[in-house]
């Protein structure tokens, strides 16, 4: 049993939760979640099986499409709202306003990961040393918000629709969005549509699902590496690939030097990569065992 689940992840469960519970229900150990959801959120999480561990660093690089849930007026010391309010304003949300501020959000910016997040300093996550107190520096991480757009408003409550590169905090987003409006705001949903070309759809599954339903919905181990371009080999040059050999590769490429690689017979190898000499090399296999 190898390959990728597309989970629809309740609030209030951990995604570690999520891993313990389906590893019980599909009797393997070897089986992780790419890209942590907190517990407040919702939505798409790939989850790995067997030989599909192997690639799942290739889902957290992946870009991200998110619907939020803001509240205008409040910020809380976790910047969502199972944190402790610190500061309110009386600030009141306007249309024209709203919609400027969220606009001037879209593109590249430094972000400060909040210090309620999985970060580790000094061995330790970052929620450990905010939960004794203790506010260490954190380096700024360049991100780019590719879009982001104004869904719903009512009130001082207000809905967008966030599309955005690997490594953005939507907590964070929310609590700059709040300072640009000259008020404050805190991140109370959020549901993950889209990772990569992955989407919610008629493919997810919850944790509820029976064993049956489950099995039948394991996609395959190459889902998460769509976005690299596909190589086929043949029989003589994916055995040498097969034992970690380089091989000469001297195709133009269109995306980056990261490559799928696939048997004559369409079967599915791992990913390498071209080296500028214009050589194959080997990077993440599946197993032949």
């Known amino acids: 049993m190898h390959g990728f689940l597309l989970l ?24 992780g979640h790419c890209g942590t959801l907190d517990p407040l959120a919702t939505g798409l999480l790939p989850i790995c099986i067997g030989e599909a561990t192997k690639f799942s660093n290739y889902a957290t690089n992946l870009d991200k499409v998110y619907e939020v849930g803001l509240e205008c007026g409040i910020e809380t010391d976790t ?23 969220i606009g001037n959000l879209k593109g590249p910016q430094n972000q400060i990961p909040p210090m309620y997040s999985a970060i580790k300093i000094n061995g330790n996550p ?6 004794k107190g203790v506010y260490l520096h954190r380096e700024p991480r360049s991100i780019l918000i590719k879009n982001i757009e104004l869904i719903e408003m009512s009130g001082n409550i207000v809905t967008m629709k966030v599309s955005c590169t690997k490594g953005t905090y939507i907590r964070t987003l929310v609590e700059t969005l709040g300072r640009n409006l000259g008020s404050l705001a805190t991140m109370i949903s959020l549901r993950r549509l889209e ?40 029989s003589e040059d ?13 195709a133009p490429l269109e995306k980056n030097r990261l490559v799928r690689i696939y048997t004559e017979s369409k079967i599915f190898i791992g990913i390498g990569e071209v080296s500028e000499q214009h050589k194959l090399l080997p990077k993440r296999l599946l197993s032949t065992n």
């Open 8 to 31: 629809d992840k309740p609030e209030g469960v951990s995604s570690a939760n999520c891993v313990y519970k389906l590893r019980s229900k599909l009797s393997t150990k070897r089986i």
């Open 79 to 101: 910047g969502d709202i199972t944190g402790k309010i610190v500061a309110q304003s009386d600030f009141i949300v306007n249309d024209q306003d709203i919609k400027q501020a």
């Open 126 to 131: 970052l929620y450990h040393w905010a939960r």
């Open 195 to 234: 990772v990569g070309d992955m989407q919610l759809n008629q493919e997810s599954v919850t944790i509820d699902d029976a064993l049956e339903s489950l099995v039948k919905k394991i996609l395959p181990c190459d889902v998460m590496c769509q976005e690299m371009d596909r190589i086929e080999l043949n």
């Open 238 to 250: 994916a055995k040498k690939i097969r034992n970690g050999l380089a091989i000469d590769y001297n």
